[in-house]
């Protein structure tokens, strides 16, 4: 008797993790979902009569600080030092808040201290100064405004089903040289209102000759020649246009800005970039990336899944875990069934 008391104890035991669940699970995890990218644009005003206008580009790089980008037209070889500052371009803190590296030829890029998620607040605003001697005189600003997680932002018809998590505010577009031109650079698409966007247009290597621009249908490889909305002429590398679409049907129904080489050479493209939706920026809460093609989009982290394991890799809390439940399970029944032959033999 005591030894069939053993049994049935053993096989007990043995069926316990069926019972409570509390250490093995036959539950696959829930899939990883990937973050969106996480940017802030902000419009750079030219001041002072400097013709300085342009972008700047406030990434997350991780460890609570962030990646300042500053692209502004007519920026002069002389350094003109730029900072973050508390307040507003109309009511601006004196007292920076943050250094940034100075802007040389209407270009620079800092990697600062602020978070990204209290510079999202707002409150905050991006300076340019007209040189170290003439520290006083501001010559570009642009507010940081606050950036909202509505479901609904205007401007951006055309979201996908499942879509694009709010503020879907702005586009970065990687712009690719083309036919030995040299004109790399970014085209920033900004929600200006209503069904209306901001393109900046920011190039290396731009010539003084005004170069005709436009956002055609297509993708650069496959380009449709008629150009659905006209751009303002590049010059230097540099253009601003507002536009009257939707930045939803821009970044998700399949267009690309394609700058020519001269309105006499209108044939030969110098520069091209897709517009996709994964260059969307602004979104709350991300884990940056690095896409083909150089443009920043959220995915899924090493290890993590989305419907299924990664080729190689074991998938967390599942592996072999059923077939070692099940094995436990028959060994526990016939554990069971051994003690009940004893009890009718004994009987």
């Given at each position: 008797?005591?030894?069939?008391?053993?049994?049935?104890?053993?096989?007990?035991?043995?069926?316990?993790?069926?019972?409570?669940?509390?250490?093995?699970?036959?539950?696959?995890?829930?899939?990883?979902?990937?973050?969106?990218?996480?940017?802030?644009?902000?419009?750079?005003?030219?001041?002072?009569?400097?013709?300085?206008?342009?972008t700047a580009t406030?990434?997350?790089?991780?460890?609570?600080?962030?990646?300042?980008?500053?692209?502004?037209?007519?920026?002069?070889?002389?350094?003109?030092?730029?900072?973050?500052?508390?307040?507003?371009?109309?009511?601006?803190?004196?007292?920076?808040?943050?250094?940034?590296?100075?802007?040389?030829?209407?270009?620079?890029?800092?990697?600062?201290?602020p978070d990204i998620?209290?510079?999202?607040?707002?409150?905050?605003?991006?300076?340019?100064?007209?040189?170290?001697?003439?520290?006083?005189?501001?010559?570009?600003?642009?507010?940081?405004?606050?950036?909202?997680?509505?479901?609904?932002?205007?401007?951006?018809?055309?979201?996908?089903?499942?879509?694009?998590?709010?503020?879907?505010?702005?586009?970065?577009?990687?712009?690719?040289?083309?036919?030995?031109?040299?004109?790399?650079?970014?085209?920033?698409?900004?929600?200006?209102?209503?069904?209306?966007?901001?393109?900046?247009?920011?190039?290396?290597?731009?010539?003084?000759?005004?170069?005709?621009?436009?956002?055609?249908?297509?993708?650069?490889?496959?380009?449709?020649?008629?150009?659905?909305?006209?751009?303002?002429?590049?010059?230097?590398?540099?253009?601003?246009?507002?536009?009257?679409?939707?930045?939803?049907?821009?970044?998700?129904?399949?267009?690309?800005?394609?700058?020519?080489?001269?309105?006499?050479?209108?044939?030969?493209?110098?520069?091209?970039?897709?517009?996709?939706?994964?260059?969307?920026?602004?979104?709350?809460?991300?884990?940056p990336t690095v896409?083909?093609?150089?443009?920043?989009?959220?995915?899924?982290?090493?290890?993590?899944?989305?419907?299924?394991?990664?080729?190689?890799?074991?998938?967390?809390?599942?592996?072999?875990?059923?077939?070692?439940?099940?094995?436990?399970?028959?060994?526990?029944?016939?554990?069971?069934?051994?003690?009940?032959?004893?009890?009718?033999?004994?009987?």
């Open positions: 008797m005591k030894r069939i008391r053993f049994l049935l104890a053993i096989a007990a035991l043995l069926l316990a993790p069926l019972s409570t669940g509390a250490t093995l699970s036959l539950a696959a995890p829930a899939a990883t979902q990937p973050q969106q990218a996480q940017t802030i644009t902000v419009k750079m005003n030219a001041q002072n009569g400097s013709g300085e206008d342009g406030i990434t997350a790089a991780g460890a609570g600080m962030v990646m300042v980008s500053l692209n502004l037209a007519n920026g002069p070889a002389t350094p003109q030092p730029a900072h973050i500052h508390k307040g507003t371009c109309a009511n601006l803190d004196p007292v920076p808040f943050s250094p940034l590296t100075n802007v040389v030829n209407g270009r620079s890029d800092s990697t600062v201290m998620s209290d510079l999202m607040k707002g409150g905050y605003a991006i300076n340019v100064h007209k040189s170290a001697a003439e520290v006083a005189t501001y010559v570009s600003c642009g507010d940081i405004v606050a950036v909202t997680t509505n479901p609904a932002t205007p401007g951006t018809a055309g979201s996908p089903p499942g879509g694009v998590p709010a503020p879907f505010t702005s586009v970065v577009v990687q712009m690719h040289e083309q036919n030995g031109s040299g004109e790399n650079g970014t085209a920033v698409i900004t929600v200006a209102g209503q069904d209306q966007v901001t393109v900046v247009l920011n190039l290396t290597n731009g010539p003084t000759t005004p170069q005709p621009a436009h956002i055609h249908k297509g993708t650069c490889a496959n380009l449709d020649p008629k150009p659905t909305y006209p751009l303002t002429n590049v010059i230097g590398g540099n253009s601003q246009t507002t536009v009257t679409a939707g930045i939803g049907d821009l970044a998700m129904q399949g267009y690309a800005i394609n700058v020519h080489k001269s309105a006499a050479e209108a044939g030969v493209y110098v520069s091209c970039g897709d517009i996709t939706v994964q260059n969307v920026g602004g979104q709350p809460g991300a884990q896409a083909p093609g150089g443009s920043m989009v959220g995915m899924p982290m090493p290890g993590s899944t989305t419907g299924g394991s990664t080729p190689g890799m074991p998938t967390t809390g599942q592996g072999d875990q059923p077939f070692a439940l099940w094995t436990l399970a028959l060994l526990a029944l016939a554990l069971i069934g051994t003690g009940l032959y004893a009890v009718r033999r004994r009987a």
